[in-house]
């Protein structure tokens, strides 16, 4: 305990009452601390123990063989080396990168078309926004089984259609070069509201008097689209493909879901992998490194990003 | 320009408007066909065995529905993810709100460290955090468990961030002006600053009882039995069981939507705002 309050007590006969009641500059200070770290306290400890602390020992962890259950047994960079070189944990990151070349586009521009016709004066429009957006709240895995019912190979309403019009519809989840499609398509069709709604927000940034301005000067609709709204919704669009780069190299529950990563491996993921090497291989070691290794990875490409967007983002 | 002209783009662009519109629009239902067809299925008895059901069925039945709830525990599941969700929600509220005030209201040294330090955390992808919580838990025996699953969320730094950024907006002469008349924090915290940030809360409450609705790979590594299984868990194990009784598993698929449904309805404004809010800086 301090002994402060017993000093102050003793200065009371001499010094004015005022200054008994208001401490010290620095005791003040510290007091003014103290409460504040309280408010803290409730958020900062669980971050701490669930968060930071785990940060810590899976970095310790990825320096080790365990098999989560005996000793671990020191063994350096060696399970960096063996991913590197690893052709399933390759093929895992070749499956990731599949996934984000064909996702990106098709939510990219479906969702920026959308943005741009929900952006118009239109009747219902908040209604309809809201349908597009409806797919993004609902769990990944109602949507996996929905999808995989829609596209059952044999009684799937998709292959029901496409043989009304004389094709022959794919064994979509079944066949190892439809599989990694499928997903791709389930993830989109998931997804698109989200972009939408990103964007829909940047293009309420954009003045009306610039548009009008444009208009004046005699740009037509294409015109005005690519001179001036598009280059004023860099900053929207530059976060899009931050966040759709990051959460694309984390694909994990529509795979689980859809595919479980089959046929033949023909989609597993690289979180998948992490997911199979703790809990069915074991090797909690080689999954930790593994993890590092994906946000090596995440956090390159996203700095490679960052470094591009001066050349192509403008900022008002 | 002619009169002539002029109308004559006037009746191009309005033609261009409407099938726009009509695009738009036929996009839209084609969007929330997969539900639809859910729906449907749903309530095809026999769904998947020989045919593909119609769209709308001859002859509606619940006995998906009735089959779910008898031979999985799927009530208890449900209530599961409800008391999760909700536990969760509150619990972020309160460890987000009361930090918030502290970084808003406080001077003092190391602040700039301790929020960056919030942020990383934010940056940190969840698989990292996979095998040392996995340990973490089974060294506090909280496998199986819903305070395993409950611990790991009850702090958030996106939480954290939203509600301190909602915080710096509401003028401090109000809490100066409190002080004076001789409010405590307490009083300044519950009188002046929850009730000027409810919209913000709002935006929280929505993301929060959300993710831990949809979440999946951190509940499918804790929870093992099945009537401690979340919705997600239940639902992907729901295929192993019925593989070809489609109206059960879509049935499945009904229940966990419509809870999440209601909530969205309830709250698209908040929902929406907040995920382009979080998309502008």
Redesign the interface.
Known sequence: MSTRPVTSRLNLGSAPRRNVRTPTRASR?RR??L??????A??????L???????V??MW?SLHKWN?IGPMRWVGFDNYVQLVKDPDTRAAFGHTVYYIVGYFPLVFVGGLA?AL??N?A?RGR?F????????????????A??????L?PS???VN?VLEAVGIDGPGWWTDPSWAMPSIIFASA?KD???VM??L???LQ?IPVDVQEAATIDGAGAWRRLWSVTLPLLT??IF??VI?SL?NGF?V??QV??LTGGGPAGSSEVV?QR??DL??RYGQ?GT??AL??L??VV?LAVTLIQMRGEKKWVTYV | MSSHTHTRTRTRTRAGTIALNSIVVIGALAMVFPFVWTLSTSLTHGAGLSATPSLIPSHPSLDGYRELFTRTPFARVVLNSIGLAVAITVAQLVTSTLAAYGFSRFEFRGKKAIFATYLATMMVPFQVLLVPLFVLMRDLKLLDTYLGVLLPSIASAFGVFLLRQAMNTIPRELDEAATLDGAGHFRIFSRIIVPNMLPALATLSVFAFMSSWNSFLWPLIILRSDDHKTLPLALASLQGQFTTQWDVIMAGSIVSIIPMLTLYIFAQKYIIQGVAGSGLK
Do not use: E
């Open positions: 200070h003014h601390t409460i504040a770290l309280t408010f803290l409730p958020s900062a400890l669980p971050l123990v669930f968060s930071l602390i785990p940060m020992r899976a962890t989560l959308l016709a929900l118009r239109m908040n309809v926004r809201g349908l597009y957006f409806l797919p993004v709240v609902t769990s990944w895995i109602a949507v089984l929905v999808w995989r019912w829609l059952n009684v799937g309403i029901k069709w698109l509201g989200f709604v990103i829909l927000a940047g940034t900053p929207s976060f899009v966040i990051i984390q994990f529950d689980y879901a979180v992490i997911y703790t809990f909690a999954a930790s993890s590092w994906l946000v995440v």
